[in-house]
Each structure stands twice: as C-alpha cells, then as structure tokens.
C-alpha cells in the first residue's frame, strides 16, 4: 500500500491503527508546525531583540565607561568644584555691589589727581545688565602730559576692582602742545545680588 493510499484511509479518531510510517510522518510534519509557530511568534521577536541590544551595546559601553572614569575621579571633580566656587567667589568680590560704585569712582579720582591730571568730567554713564552682573559705563574726560595718563590708566588696571578703560582717544589741548584731553568710558563692573540669590 502507497503512502498517499494510507493517508487517505486515516482515522483520525483510531491513532493506534496507523502504520509507523504515517506515525513518522505526522510526527515529523507536528515538529515542523511547532518550530514554525515557535520561531515566528517566539524566537523571531527574541532575535530582533537581540539585534537592537547589539546596536545598543557600544553606546552603552561608552556610557559605562564614562560613569566609571566620573566615578574614579569623583574625589578630584568634588575638590576642582570646591575650588573654582572659591574662585568664583574671589572673583566676585572684585566685582562691587551697585553702592560701592560712587566709592569706586572717588578711587579713579584720587587716583587720577594723584598723577597730575585735571578732570573735566567724570560723568556715570548706562548701565547694561548680564547675566548675573552689570556693566557701569563712565565718561571720563581729563588733561594732562602724556606720562601722566599713561600712569592713571596703570594705576586704573591695578585698582582691586575690576575696570576696563576702553573708547578712548587724545587730542593736543589747544593753545598748549604738551597738554592732552584724555576721553575715554570706562567700564566698571557690579554684581546683581538678586541674580547671584537665585542661582
């Protein structure tokens, strides 16, 4: 008897009346069925998975890598924090606070009669807000010799407190060679202690 003639004549109802063959063969053809319902539902999803990890791996490697060299140097970022706050506040300090400014300017006076010069004018100027400071233009004009505003301008820079002397020029005085007009805005700096609170 062929194959085909006894797969015909199964029944389904009667397991034990099939011949080894067909037995073979159903088992076989269940094995089949289970491994494609396996892989398509079960194993297909597991494997694509699997890829997107992969993909994922060097990233997360990197990210392992980092975190450890942060948490290896943790101690050294915790000692450079604690210096540059001091620094910052160091810093700050050079900045004054909006009522020290007249103070500051009394300072450049001082300083600029100390050296011989002559003010025209020291007339405080727009006031431009940052982020956490403010810029403190001042118009300045004055006379004197040359070596004299070149030391006022000097002894400006070593002030404690910040102060850039910018937008300046110098013109002979008329009817006298050896005296010049300084006219420079100076830039001075204080610190918004509102802004500096908050952060």
Known sequence: MGLI????????????SWTRRVKVLMAGLLCLV??????????KQQI???KDIQKKEPQLKNTYLEKKALAINLDAYK?????????????RKQLP?????????????????????QFEQIKPGATIEKDFYAEK????????????????????AALPRIINVANFTLERQ????????????TKTYHYL??????E
């Open 174 to 185: 008329s009817g006298n060679q050896e005296v010049l007009v300084l006219k420079a805005v």
């Open 79 to 91: 000692k450079q924090m604690v210096e540059a706050d001091e620094n910052f506040s160091v810093l």
């Open 5 to 16: 003639e006894e797969l015909s004549s199964l029944d389904i109802n009667d397991i034990g």
């Open 48 to 50: 694509a998975d699997l």
């Open 193 to 198: 202690e509102d802004a500096y609170v908050s």
């Open 137 to 156: 233009l001042v118009n300045i004009t004055a006379n004197g010799r040359y070596h004299q505003i070149a030391e006022f301008i000097s002894d400006v």
């Open 97 to 117: 606070n909006e009522s020290e400014i007249p103070d500051l300017l009394i300072d450049m006076t001082q300083v600029g009669l100390s050296r011989g010069l």
């Open 34 to 43: 289970i491994i494609f319902l396996g892989y398509n539902y079960i194993i």
